[in-house]
C-alpha cells in the first residue's frame, strides 16, 4: 500500500489502473481493469449473502415466518433500499460517514465476541484440554487466499491518496484548510515538501488502519478460539445462541458493516469500467447517465447472483488467491521491476560525470570505457533491491495463485 502511495504520488493518477497504465503500459491496464472489475465484484456478491445471513433471523425471531422474511426478500428489499442509494455518489469522500459507521459496527461486534467467549473461559465448567498453543496442519495454508480476499483495501488506496489533503493528520484535522488536488505530482518524481508531508502522512493512514484491523482480527480469533477450541464455526457468530440479545446486536452491526461496505467496493469497479472504456475507446464517460445507468446494472448484476448462491466459499478463495494476489502483491512487484528498469535506463543514457571515460583517447578508448560503463551499469541493476524486492513479491503472487487453484481442485489434509 504505501508503495502504490509513493508511485501514486510520483505519477499524478487518480485510479489504480490509470496508474498501472501510465508506468506498465496498455496491456497490462487493461488486465488491471479487468482484475479491478471482477475482485470488487465478487466482494459485493459476499456483502449480499451476508446481509441475508444477518438481517434474517432477526426479522424471524422479530416477526416470524412470512413471505418478507424469507432469505431472498430480506437480500433484495435490504439492499434496495439502503444499498442502492449509497452507489451513486462519484467520490470516496462523500462516503466518509458510512466509512465510520462501519468501524463503530466493527467495534461492537468485537466487543460482543470477546465479552461473551470471556464469560465462557471463566465460567467454573470450561475445560482447557482441547486448547493447543500450537496447530501444525497443511489446512492452514488454505485459509491464506480468503485472508488476502478479506485485505483488499489497495482498490482504492490510489483514490484515497487523490482524495487526501497535502498535510493529512491521522486524529484531530485541521479545520479551514482546503486541498489543493496533484499540487505536488505536476512534475514526475520531484514531490517537494508538500508532497513528503502528504506521504508520510498516508503511510502513517496505511499503518494505523492496518494495524487496527490486525487487532480486531486477532481479538476475534483468539476469543473465538478459546471459547469453542473443537466446534468453531466459519462465522463465530453462528456459535452463540439466537435467543442471546447482544449477538443480535452483533448480527444487526454484521449486516451494517456490509451495508457500508459495498458502495466502498463498487467505486473501483466503476473506475476500473471508465478506465476500460477509455482505454479500448478513446471515449472519456463520467455523465450524469452514466453514474445512473452503471449503479443500476452493477447492482442487479450481483444482486442476481447472491439470489442464486447461498455458499460462496469456494469462489471467494479463488477470487482472493487469483485476483487478489495480482492486486495485493503481483502488480506493486511489477511497478517495483519496471521503475528499476526506467532508473537503470536513465543512468545509460545520462551517465555520472565519474563514469566517463575522461583519460582515455581515441575510438577505441570511448569504446572501451562505454561497455565499462554498461557492464557497471549492469551489475548495479543486479544489485538493485528495488529490482529483487518486485520479484520477491511478484513470486508470492504466484505461489499464493497455486495455492488457491490447487486447495479449490484438492482439498488439503485436515488436522
Partial sequence: MCLLARYAQK?????????????????????????MFLYPFGSC?????????????????????????????????VSLTCVLPLCFPTRLGALKAVS???????????????????????????????????????????????????????????????ELEDRPRLFFPAAGSPRKPHSDAQVAGQPGVRGSRKLAGMTHVVA?????????YTLVALAGYLAFPVTARSNIILNFSQHDWLMQAARACIGLIQICAYPVN?????????????????ANLGGAVFHVIEPLLFYGATLTVALACSDLGVILSLVGGTCGSMLIFLMPGALLVQDALDQQRTEQ????????????????????????????????????????????????????????????LHSLPPT
Fill in 11 to 35: 505519477t499524478g493518477c487518480s485510479t489504480y489502473s490509470s496508474l498501472v497504465d501510465r508506468m506498465l503500459g496498455r496491456g497490462a491496464s487493461l488486465a488491471m481493469c479487468l482484475v
Fill in 45 to 77: 456478491i459476499a456483502y449480499l449473502v451476508i446481509i441475508g445471513d444477518s438481517f434474517q433471523p432477526l426479522l424471524l425471531a422479530a416477526f416470524g415466518s412470512a413471505w418478507w422474511t424469507g432469505r431472498s426478500a430480506v437480500i433484495a428489499g
Fill in 100 to 162: 465510520s459507521a462501519c468501524v463503530s459496527g466493527l467495534m461492537v461486534v468485537v466487543g460482543a465476541v470477546v465479552y461473551r467467549s470471556v464469560q465462557i473461559v471463566l465460567a467454573p465448567d470450561y475445560s482447557w484440554a482441547s486448547v493447543r498453543a500450537f496447530n501444525p496442519s497443511p489446512s492452514f495454508l488454505s485459509a491464506l487466499p480468503l485472508i488476502i480476499f478479506a485485505f483488499h483495501c489497495h482498490t482504492n488506496l490510489v483514490s484515497i491518496w487523490d
Fill in 208 to 216: 494505523a488502519g492496518v494495524s487496527i484491523t490486525g487487532l480486531f
Fill in 266 to 282: 463498487h467505486h473501483p469497479a466503476r473506475g476500473a469500467v471508465l478506465d476500460f472504456v477509455r482505454h479500448t475507446t478513446g
Fill in 349 to 408: 543514457q545520462h551517465p555520472l560525470p565519474l563514469q566517463e571515460p575522461l583519460l582515455l583517447e581515441g575510438g577505441a578508448a570511448a569504446e572501451d570505457g562505454e561497455s565499462g560503463c554498461t557492464q557497471q551499469q549492469g551489475r548495479s541493476l543486479w544489485c538493485s533491491m528495488q529490482l529483487w524486492a518486485g520479484v520477491g513479491l511478484m513470486t508470492i503472487s504466484a505461489c499464493v495463485a497455486a495455492l488457491a487453484v490447487g486447495s479449490a
